[in-house]
């Protein structure tokens, strides 16, 4: 096979070529399940290039590509696109009530606590409770793996609570994992 920049260079192309893949696809009026899977393994393709071309830093060279390949499609076909017929709803998400309705500020504070400093409560728990459980793979291993996981439970607790408003489910999804990392955690201490 060729060099490492060849692999790199043969990487990038493929994920601009499937980019551009993908924008054909989904610009036709019905959905070519071919098109989209050609595309899709293109980019995957261009991925394993990339990774065996430089590694860590090969993926995210062709990740780049990729997105600056899907950022200039987007940016064409929103140029181009006619404008719509229809007008721009005046209703923002819920975020203000509309007209009379209740401002219903105790239950926006609450939805708020829960996402907020409650969701990151549970996720620094579930974190922590991994950490004291991965002692066998070093301190420096233990402590990177805490740092990735925090943040990613937490965006992860946080839009689940938002898609299900119902009280008792988003309650039962901070405290499953807060009562199950906290048993682990106080079975390895």
Known sequence: MGGPLTLLWAGAACAGGAMALLRLSWGRPKRSVALNGAAWALLLAGLALGAAGAGAWGVAVVTLVALTGAFLCLGHAGMMARP?????????????????????????????????????????????????????MGEANGNVLTLFLMPVLWALLATLLLLWPQRRRQMTLLLLPALGAGALWGMLS
Do not use: C, D, Y
């Open 84 to 136: 719509g017929k229809a007008a721009a709803s005046n209703r923002r998400v819920h975020m203000l009530p509309q007209g009379r309705e209740p401002l219903r500020l105790g239950g926006r504070l609450l939805t708020f606590a829960l996402t907020v400093p409650g969701a990151m409560a549970v996720a620094l728990i579930v974190s922590l409770a991994v950490r004291a459980a991965s002692e066998g």
